[in-house]
T-cell receptor, first 113, second 113 residues
């Protein structure tokens, strides 16, 4: 049973466009929602994270939007660049359990120049 | 700081063989975790540790053992390898004094024939 469902599985965006990746979760005890970025042959690296007490968090071109009532959150990449081409994972964890992340299935993002 | 290191980078085993995947971190992090990454499944937690001498099971622990005798090292043992354990394995560490960021190693790609 996948507790965090991520879509789409793959995404192609033109340079300068907006990339949007969506995640939905089931466990209402989740209280920490990070996004990880992974380049080929590398381990995942934290990109941005949010807690459910805010509806949006922005860091540079990356924004997380969070909808607690719908149990959904999404990653928006503005002005997408070829260097953003990577696999993106959403994840979630419960209070005090950030070392036990539950990951989504991943989205392979390709930015065409 | 080397961060989180994993050895070997690649490994091929025959069914029934045993081996140990090594993981070390030099950041004095209290928490360490092992994940496996499979296509379309994201990353799934195998085992984790909240400190030396303390380990617990994650989502997919069967067929794997761990121990944590020091803060720095967290080896993962495959007792009798099976083709279903073909995967990419990532070790991660995290400090309880930080903002919940897990730092991942570069991974070990394991093939079981």
């Amino acid at each position: 049973q996948q507790q965090v469902k991520q879509s789409p599985q793959s995404l192609i965006v033109q340079k300068g466009g907006i990339s949007i990746i969506n995640c939905a979760y089931e466990n209402t005890a989740f209280d920490y929602f990070p996004w990880y970025q992974q380049f080929p042959g590398k381990g995942p690296a934290l990109l941005i994270a949010i807690r459910p007490d805010v509806s949006e968090k922005k860091e540079g071109r990356f924004t997380i939007s969070f909808n607690k009532s719908a149990k959904q959150f999404s990653l928006h990449i503005m002005d997408s660049q070829p260097g953003d081409s990577a696999t993106y994972f959403c994840a979630a964890s419960v209070v005090g359990g950030a070392q036990k992340l539950v990951f989504g299935q991943g989205t392979r993002l390709t930015i065409n120049p | 700081n080397a961060g989180v290191t994993q050895t070997p980078k690649f490994q091929v085993l025959k069914t029934g063989q045993s081996m140990t995947l090594q993981c070390a971190q030099d950041m004095n992090h209290e928490y360490m975790s092992w994940y496996r990454q499979d296509p379309g499944m994201g990353l799934r937690l195998i085992h984790y540790s909240v400190g030396a001498g303390i380990t617990d099971q994650g989502e997919v622990p069967n067929g794997y053992n761990v121990s944590r005798s020091t803060t720095e090292d967290f080896p993962l043992r495959l007792l009798s390898a099976a083709p279903s354990q073909t995967s990419v394995y990532f070790c991660a560490s995290m400090t309880i004094r930080g903002d919940n960021e897990q730092f991942f190693g570069p991974g070990t790609r394991l093939t079981v024939l």
